[in-house]
Nanobody, 120 residues
Framework: QVQLVESGGGLVQAGDSLRLSCAAS????????MAWFRQAPGKEREFVAV????????YYAVSVKGRFTISRDNAEKTLYLQMNNLKPEDTAIYYC?????????????WGQGTQVTVSS
């Protein structure tokens, strides 16, 4: 079993950068695909980015490609999301997720989320 705790959210202005972190417990982290999702007010949760266990395969949503970078440190059991050139439409609660299947949809484990607010 894996427990996930996100951090690093906050209030920033458009054009600013933020780095989110997701700290994991449990030995399985290094074998899991890890992903970031987000949910804006009044909207469904949406996929942001995914990274496989070895950091050799990744995929981004079109809306964040070229601005966001997903990375991981298996030794530290931490997943990251570097977000650059933030836009007001990036405002959402950001969740990390992990599981044995590389996916843009379903994961077995989820964090509690961290709020990101981008002002114009």
């Amino acid at each position: 079993q894996v427990q996930l705790v996100e951090s690093g959210g906050g209030l920033v202005q458009a054009g600013d950068s933020l780095r989110l972190s997701c700290a994991a417990s449990g030995r399985a982290f290094s074998t899991y695909a890890m992903a970031w999702f987000r949910q804006a007010p009044g909207k469904e949760r949406e996929f942001v980015a995914v990274l496989d266990w070895s950091s050799t395969s990744w995929y981004y949503a079109v809306s964040v490609k070229g601005r966001f970078t997903i990375s991981r440190d298996n030794a530290e059991k931490t997943l990251y999301l570097q977000m650059n050139n933030l836009k007001p439409e990036d405002t959402a609660i950001y969740y990390c997720a992990g599981g044995s299947t590389y996916s843009t949809k379903d994961y077995a484990y989820w964090g509690q989320g961290t709020q990101v607010t981008v002002s114009s």
